[in-house]
């Protein structure tokens, strides 16, 4: 009897190996962590009020900010539409030539 509860357990281990095998997504792996996370809006400096050049600094700041805010639910929005949800319309992904 004991090869009869050994290959019984075989054949159970084989089993949930295979159930486990297919759980997972629907082929979209999850999005990267800091796509979760809040970027904080750049603050102005103080001489922002008295140098333009600081001005124009925290003003692309703040661009910069949001362009990369805009890129991440651009990513989240793709993710989504990737695990089915419907009615979106996902900008698609940037693609910017790399410097050098």
């Not at 997972?24 to 970027?39: I, R």
């Not at 904080?40 to 949001?66: F, Q």
């Not at 890129?71 to 993710?79: H, I, K």
């Not at 419907?86 to 410097?99: F, Q």
């Amino acid at each position: 009897m004991p090869l009869k509860r050994f290959l019984t357990a075989c054949l159970m281990i084989v089993s949930c190996g295979a159930a486990v095998a297919s759980c997972g997504t629907l082929g979209a792996s999850l999005p990267p962590v800091e796509d979760l996370k809040v970027q904080p809006k750049p603050v102005p400096s103080d001489d922002v009020l008295t140098s333009r050049i600081a001005g124009e600094l925290h003003d692309n700041a703040v661009e910069a900010w949001g362009e990369a805010g805009w890129a991440q639910v651009g990513r989240l929005c793709r993710f989504f539409d990737q695990m089915g949800m419907k009615g979106l319309n996902c900008p698609p992904p940037e693609t910017r030539p790399r410097p050098g």
